[in-house]
Nanobody, 124 residues
Framework: QVTLVESGGGLVQAGGSLRLSCVVSGRTFSNVATGWFRQAPGKEREFVAATTWRGDITHYADSVEGRFAISRDNAKNTVYLQMNSLKPEDTAVYYC?????????????????WGQGTQVTVSS
């Protein structure tokens, strides 16, 4: 049983910062790729960021490039998403995903394990 638990969401004003965390249990964390996705009300879930198990390769959605940073601590089985310069359009439920293949954490439709999500609300 693989379990992902996200935390760190909340309400923040535009221009502010938040750091999301995702703790993965039930598998060898250091061998898996991880990614972050988000889903705003009335919209489809979309890719935000991903990193390999080494953390040596990362990808970001154009909408967050330069503002968000994904990182991981394999000793803590945790992946982070540092979000800076937040905008109201960043408001969404943020989900963590893990998979044995890096390419599978780059898109919603590929197989993987998901967390339950954490709400991020950015006020204007």
């Amino acid at each position: 049983q693989v379990t992902l638990v996200e935390s760190g969401g909340g309400l923040v004003q535009a221009g502010g910062s938040l750091r999301l965390s995702c703790v993965v249990s039930g598998r060898t964390f250091s061998n898996v790729a991880t990614g972050w996705f988000r889903q705003a009300p009335g919209k489809e879930r979309e890719f935000v960021a991903a990193t390999t198990w080494r953390g040596d390769i990362t990808h970001y959605a154009d909408s967050v490039e330069g503002r968000f940073a994904i990182s991981r601590d394999n000793a803590k089985n945790t992946v982070y998403l540092q979000m800076n310069s937040l905008k109201p359009e960043d408001t969404a439920v943020y989900y963590c995903k893990t998979s044995s293949s890096y390419y599978m954490v780059l898109a919603v439709g590929y197989p993987g394990y998901w967390g339950q999500g954490t709400q991020v609300t950015v006020s204007s």
